[in-house]
């Protein structure tokens, strides 16, 4: 966290919700059945997955619409918004390679828009049986999240998956043969990073912010330890970053409230489809962005309002130029 971001938080007051207190977006861990060497059909004999995964094809991006998003974001007024997105409605069921393992079947699916640095998903409709397991992971297997399991069900049937880079991604779910029901899986949007979010430190503005703005983990942030752990980073829609920071209440009873800016979140559909990433904070004084690997999602909305005072708006604007470059990488637990 740098000191510059702790004063946006202070700032642009206007939105408070509580995030959901069970699973959210953390993931169970565990390896896709795909990774591994020997694998069987029901009969016992040893089984090759199949090699031919079908590859939805995300249409190409006109640069004049990536060149509007860049303006955009100058105004600083709705987050930092760094990918382009699909509304898409893709049933990952249907439209997978389907192999029968000796405990279920096991579905693959690839998706690809060229040219994107990275690619993140959200699944419009996400109802898992117990036993079922949904990994993503790059082409090259490098970059892996899940197990995401029953545990991630919400009553919203949403479920937002940060970004993992690469210009082509797999989705593998596999389900058991003998469930209480058939689970659901429907990818509702597609993101396409124009930025290079992983990469950070090679964009002109990282590391721009004034002399007075400083990194949480520099000597002036030594009085700052406890309160640095209140910031979080929210990605909005698959596209869109912002700040925010977790709120105590009277009870001190560690209710996970989070205070962000109206423009942020300002309805239950903004909060269904974001991701609240924890701990994001410089691990060294004037180092590399900070670690995003812990998040959950989903949560609800308790209180909002718009401040309409022009000068407020206009300081909020300036501030947030600085800071957009700041918020730019992100995964999950």
Not at 116 to 131: D, E, H, M, Q, R
Not at 174 to 182: A, D, G, L, S
Request: with cysteine.
């Amino acid at each position: 966290m740098n000191m510059k971001r702790k004063i946006q938080e202070i700032l642009i007051v206007g939105l408070v919700l509580t995030c959901n207190t069970v699973f959210g977006q953390i993931s169970q861990g565990g390896i896709p059945y795909s990774f591994e060497t020997k694998l069987k059909k029901s009969n016992e004999n040893n089984i090759k997955l199949s090699e031919n995964v079908p590859i939805i094809q995300m249409p190409i991006i006109n640069q004049a619409s990536i060149d509007s998003i860049i303006e955009q974001n100058k105004t600083g007024f709705e987050g930092f918004k760094f990918a382009y997105g699909f509304n898409t409605n893709h049933n990952v069921k249907t439209a997978s390679i389907i192999d029968s393992l000796e405990l279920g079947l096991l579905y693959r699916l690839a998706i690809k828009s060229t040219g994107a640095y990275s690619i993140n998903v959200i699944f419009t409709k996400y109802l898992l049986p117990k036993g079922a397991k949904l990994f993503l992971y790059n082409k090259n297997k490098q970059y892996l999240k899940g197990a995401f399991t029953s545990n991630n069900n919400k009553r919203s049937e949403i479920l937002p998956i940060t970004p993992i880079p690469d210009d082509e991604i797999i989705i593998e779910y596999f389900e058991p043969y003998y469930t209480e029901f058939k689970g659901k899986l429907v990818i509702g949007r597609v993101s396409h990073d124009f930025t290079d979010i992983f990469n950070t430190q090679n964009s002109d503005d990282f590391g721009s912010s004034g002399n007075c703005q400083v990194d949480i983990n520099c000597p002036e942030g030594n009085n700052w330890q406890d309160e640095k752990r209140a910031v979080l980073r929210i990605l909005k829609n698959g596209d869109t970053w912002c700040t925010a920071s977790l709120l105590n209440n009277t009870n001190q009873d560690g209710k996970p409230y989070v205070l962000t800016a109206h423009h942020c979140l300002c309805s239950h559909d903004d909060i269904d489809v974001s991701s609240f990433i924890f701990n994001y904070e410089s691990p060294t004084c004037n180092g590399s962005d900070g670690s995003t690997s812990q998040s959950i999602s989903g949560g609800t909305l308790r209180a909002t309002r718009e401040n309409q005072i022009s000068h407020y708006l206009n300081f909020q604007k300036n501030l947030f130029l600085h800071l957009s470059h700041i918020m730019q990488v992100g995964t999950e637990m």
